[in-house]
């Protein structure tokens, strides 16, 4: 079974600047989130959906941040203008729509974020 | 709110065992725990769920601790392979949402 996978893996911008990540979740899966991880912490939910709907954006920067996934499958995540504080990794994850067990969450492998 | 885990980092010879603990200020409906080795993502380990039994993955093992909102992480026998930095991920519902503890790093030396 393929994992979940993301493009590109590395990516160095100037602040200012707009950046996009993609992410293909593991077939099958309905649920798709995507992760901010700041080097030496836990990842940071940016976004979850549901299919093609958002079920949580609370934690999003609305103001530069934006994510879509309109077919219900892969997804972009963008960020228009960048600052420096917004070198990261992002990761994405996804599950299949159940409970108990279903709701693990497996990650693909980041896209490494450089604002400079 | 971000569970809490302890300790930060830890050093232990192959063969030595170790616990880390994630604790939270709210009720849980699961923990999730990961390892995550340099510059890769994140590997799902195991979960545990509300009135769920203690679950073991080789010689790591967890348990759940409904009551006082705690989970812990048993590395048994440690190897080299368990080398990582180790997250505990709460959920406080069965909504899939969680929030993930800053990490535990272990290293594991010869």
């Known amino acids: 079974e393929a994992g979940v996978a993301q493009s590109p893996r590395y990516k160095i911008i100037e602040k200012r600047q707009s950046v996009a990540f993609w992410c293909n979740p593991i077939?099958?899966?309905?649920?798709l989130y995507w992760y901010q991880q700041i080097l030496g912490q836990g990842p940071k939910l940016l976004i979850q959906?549901?299919?093609?709907?958002?079920?949580?954006d609370s934690q999003l920067p609305k103001d530069r941040f934006s994510a879509e996934r309109l077919k219900g499958v892969d997804s972009t995540l963008k960020i228009q203008p960048a600052k420096l504080e917004d070198s990261a990794v992002y990761l994405c994850?996804?599950?299949?729509?159940?409970?108990?067990?279903?709701?693990?969450?497996?990650f693909g492998p980041g896209t490494r974020l450089l604002v400079l | 709110q971000q569970p809490v885990q302890s300790p930060q980092a830890v050093i232990l010879r192959e063969g030595e065992d170790a616990v880390i603990n994630c604790s939270s200020s709210?009720?849980?409906?699961?923990v999730h725990w990961y390892r995550q080795k340099h510059g890769e993502a994140p590997v799902f380990l195991m979960i545990l769920l509300k009135g769920g039994e203690q679950k073991g993955h080789d010689k790591i093992s967890a348990s759940f601790n409904e009551k006082k909102q705690q989970s812990s992480l048993y590395l048994t026998a440690s190897q080299l392979s368990y080398s990582g930095t180790y997250f505990c991920?709460?959920?406080?519902?069965?909504?899939?949402?969680?929030?993930f503890g800053a990490g535990t790093t272990v290293t594991v030396r010869a």
């Open positions: 709210k009720a849980l409906y699961s």
């Open positions: 959906f549901q299919n093609n709907g958002v079920v949580d």
């Open positions: 991920g709460t959920a406080p519902s069965n909504d899939y949402k969680l929030s």
């Open positions: 077939s099958g899966h309905a649920t």
């Open positions: 994850a996804s599950s299949l729509d159940g409970a108990g067990d279903q709701e693990t969450q497996y």
